[in-house]
């Protein structure tokens, strides 16, 4: 089974802060919503965030470039999944990529009643 899980998009121009440069809660729900998928597609459970930890702005991303985010779990626990986020993004004029965010994030899954449940480990 799969443990990673990547992602690419263009930074749009309503993906902008007032510098002109993507905002930071736009990479935060990317990085949410790439573990997100990443923890149901590997657990067939629905999951839900739990905790997030350690992230961090290395370099902003412009719009334009083409955004990358590339999600490995990294711990498997009984209910849990630890997956880090790499973001990258590309000037595709200038060929130049750069790291922009790395952070780690806990997904728990859940049942159908809504309590945590069990992660066959696949
Ligand atoms: C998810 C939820 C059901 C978990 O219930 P809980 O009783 O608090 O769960 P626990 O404290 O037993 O933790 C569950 C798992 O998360 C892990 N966990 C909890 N806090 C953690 C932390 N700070 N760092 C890393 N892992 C953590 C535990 O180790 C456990 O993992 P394991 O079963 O693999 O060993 C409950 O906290 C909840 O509903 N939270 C709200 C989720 C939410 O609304 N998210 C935002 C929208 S998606």
Known sequence: ????????????????NFSGYVHGGKVMKWIDEIGYALAVKYSKKYCVTKFVDDIEFLKPIHIGDLVKLDAEIIKFGNTSLRIKVDVSSTNLIK????????????????DKKGNKSKINKL
């Open 1 to 16: 089974m799969d443990t990673k899980l990547s992602m690419s998009f263009l930074a749009e121009p309503n993906d902008a």
């Open 95 to 110: 060929d130049n990529t750069k790291k922009n965010c790395e952070c780690f994030i806990v997904f728990v899954a859940l």
